[in-house]
């Protein structure tokens, strides 16, 4: 405790880091204020059959993102997850488009480029999602329009509303990474996903303590101990890593050397990070935009792709978690490139040619790394659906696993470190007693 309040004073001395805090907090302030306010012309009373559909099953992860911003019929219900769909699209032209492969090579120019076409893009899934959401809720609400109000009439300021709330709130995102601590967008989702932890944990204390069958405290214990096992085996997936040694050449200029160092190249068993869970998530909620648009909705496959718990639904999210997360820390770590850099500055792996070779072996060596760490993270992601086995609460168990629980423990890791750094900077101690916290880099934060 002396050590924490110690931390919170350090954090204070320093101007820079103290404003980052505060600008940090303000802007999440401003999200979470937004995500209780009504669309103009919807009566607040007459909501509850929405609240009702996005207590469970897929609609309560939508909900969930969006921090309750769903439920509550909100400026901001579409939250920023039509942003992160824009830039799974973005991401895969890249890939697949020589246009956007020439433009990410660029370097600062096509990153902006492509940063804009992703911003036209997220202005174009809006413009589709938003009447998406609007007929759910005239089918769940049809009498919480304001008398005098016509859905038809209502339908089109209420698209825009939408829509610019979901700008504003990808606004406030930059706005944190820039001026605050921690990547704006991911603490955005964060922000969203605690915001339903207090009400999630009573509801499931109410449940294990007033059912006949629910456990009682024995029960209850079982599920934070299984939570705690969870979060622990998270935090180890996030900071593993596989070093692969270098050595460098010796070289004289003049009448100095320079060289002759071993190094290391640190791997991450998880180098993806959050991004192949929110990628797959994103995904999922595919259909549950298009059955908005079908008249029928009673099909097996359709009916299980709504269901967080069915067998089905998590078969197909595992697997786009562990194709995600092969792509992604394929485009993030270029074997050739770092093989032609270690080769520049006479560096080279003991044992592998320089070259073609050792762009081969660190290649191996990630396919290696990667293929574990994505069976282990789909495994973390299902967890929910088999918490639910046994009867732990639909809010609750999604603590337990999931998309919700790996962004959790992923950007407080990622904002701890970055606190850290300015600690450190300013020669104080960091945030633990022994060690510092590991960052994306899979080393230690100096």
Same mark, same amino acid.
């Given at each position: 405790?002396?050590?924490?309040?110690?931390?919170?004073?350090?954090?204070?001395?320093?101007?820079?880091?103290?404003?980052?805090?505060?600008?940090?907090?303000?802007?999440?302030? !401003?999200?979470?204020?937004?995500?209780?306010?009504?669309?103009?012309?919807?009566?607040?009373?007459?909501?509850?059959?929405?609240?009702?559909?996005?207590?469970?099953?897929?609609?309560?992860?939508?909900?969930?993102?969006?921090?309750?911003?769903?439920?509550?019929?909100?400026?901001?219900?579409?939250?920023?997850?039509?942003?992160?769909?824009?830039?799974?699209?973005?991401?895969?032209?890249?890939?697949?488009?020589?246009?956007?492969q020439k433009m990410q090579r660029e370097g600062e120019s096509g990153r902006k480029k492509i940063s804009w076409y992703t911003r036209i #893009?997220?202005?174009?899934?809006?413009?589709?999602?938003?009447?998406?959401?609007?007929?759910?809720?005239?089918?769940?609400?049809?009498?919480?329009?304001?008398?005098?109000?016509?859905?038809?009439?209502?339908?089109?300021?209420?698209?825009? !509303?939408?829509?610019?709330?979901?700008?504003?709130? #990808?606004?406030?995102?930059?706005?944190?990474?820039?001026?605050?601590?921690?990547?704006?967008?991911?603490?955005?989702?964060?922000?969203?996903?605690?915001?339903?932890?207090?009400?999630?944990?009573?509801?499931?204390?109410?449940?294990?303590?007033?059912? !006949?069958?629910?456990?009682?405290?024995?029960?209850?214990?079982?599920?934070?101990?299984?939570?705690?096992?969870?979060?622990?085996?998270?935090?180890?997936?996030?900071?593993?890593?596989?070093?692969?040694?270098?050595?460098?050449a010796k070289r004289v200029v003049g009448n100095k050397q320079y060289g002759g160092a071993r190094q290391y190249i640190p791997l991450k068993?998880?180098?993806?990070?959050?991004?192949?869970?929110?990628?797959?998530?994103?995904?999922?909620?595919?259909?549950?935009?298009?059955?908005?648009?079908?008249?029928?909705?009673?099909?097996?496959?359709?009916?299980?792709?709504?269901?967080?718990?069915?067998?089905?639904?998590?078969?197909?999210?595992?697997?786009?978690?562990?194709?995600?997360?092969?792509?992604?820390?394929?485009?993030?770590?270029?074997?050739?490139?770092?093989?032609?850099?270690?080769?520049?500055?006479?560096?080279?792996?003991?044992?592998?040619?320089?070259?073609?070779?050792?762009?081969?072996?660190?290649?191996?060596?990630?396919?290696?790394?990667?293929?574990?760490?994505?069976?282990?993270?789909?495994?973390?992601?299902?967890?929910?659906?088999?918490?639910?086995?046994?009867?732990?609460?639909?809010?609750?168990?999604?603590?337990?696993?999931?998309?919700?629980?790996?962004?959790?423990?992923?950007?407080?890791?990622?904002?701890?470190?970055?606190?850290?750094?300015?600690?450190?900077?300013?020669?104080?101690?960091?945030?633990?007693?022994?060690?510092?916290?590991?960052?994306?880099?899979?080393?230690?934060?100096?």
């Amino acid at each position: 405790m002396k050590k924490f309040i110690q931390t919170l004073k350090n954090c204070w001395k320093i101007e820079d880091l103290r404003d980052r805090i505060l600008i940090t907090i303000m802007f999440v302030a !401003i999200y979470r204020f937004g995500s209780f306010v009504v669309l103009p012309g919807i009566d607040p009373s007459k909501l509850q059959e929405l609240q009702s559909q996005t207590s469970g099953g897929l609609m309560s992860l939508l909900d969930m993102f969006s921090g309750g911003a769903f439920s509550n019929a909100s400026i901001f219900a579409l939250g920023i997850m039509p942003y992160i769909s824009a830039s799974i699209v973005m991401q895969l032209l890249a890939v697949a488009v020589p246009y956007f492969q020439k433009m990410q090579r660029e370097g600062e120019s096509g990153r902006k480029k492509i940063s804009w076409y992703t911003r036209i #893009l997220t202005i174009g899934i809006l413009l589709f999602q938003a009447p998406s959401y609007l007929m759910n809720l005239k089918m769940q609400a049809y009498g919480a329009l304001a008398s005098g109000i016509e859905w038809s009439v209502f339908i089109w300021p209420a698209t825009i !509303i939408l829509a610019a709330g979901s700008m504003f709130i #990808l606004w406030l995102g930059e706005r944190i990474t820039d001026k605050g601590i921690g990547n704006g967008i991911s603490l955005i989702i964060m922000i969203g996903i605690i915001a339903r932890f207090p009400q999630a944990f009573m509801q499931e204390v109410g449940s294990r303590f007033t059912a !006949i069958s629910g456990g009682g405290l024995v029960m209850f214990i079982v599920e934070i101990l299984i939570l705690y096992a969870v979060v622990c085996a998270a935090l180890l997936l996030v900071q593993g890593t596989r070093k692969i040694p270098v050595q460098y050449a010796k070289r004289v200029v003049g009448n100095k050397q320079y060289g002759g160092a071993r190094q290391y190249i640190p791997l991450k068993l998880f180098a993806a990070n959050v991004m192949p869970i929110i990628f797959a998530q994103a995904l999922m909620f595919i259909p549950l935009a298009i059955v908005q648009y079908s008249t029928d909705q009673s099909g097996y496959v359709i009916r299980s792709l709504m269901d967080s718990k069915s067998l089905i639904y998590n078969v197909v999210f595992a697997i786009l978690i562990i194709a995600f997360t092969y792509f992604y820390t394929a485009i993030t770590l270029n074997p050739t490139q770092m093989a032609e850099d270690m080769k520049r500055n006479n560096g080279f792996i003991p044992g592998i040619k320089p070259g073609k070779d050792t762009a081969e072996y660190i290649d191996t060596v990630m396919s290696r790394i990667t293929l574990p760490g994505s069976l282990f993270i789909a495994f973390i992601a299902i967890m929910p659906a088999l918490a639910k086995l046994l009867n732990v609460q639909d809010a609750f168990s999604s603590f337990f696993g999931g998309t919700s629980l790996l962004i959790l423990v992923g950007v407080v890791i990622d904002t701890l470190q970055q606190i850290e750094s300015h600690l450190m900077m300013r020669h104080y101690d960091g945030l633990l007693n022994s060690g510092h916290i590991r960052g994306r880099g899979g080393v230690a934060a100096y």
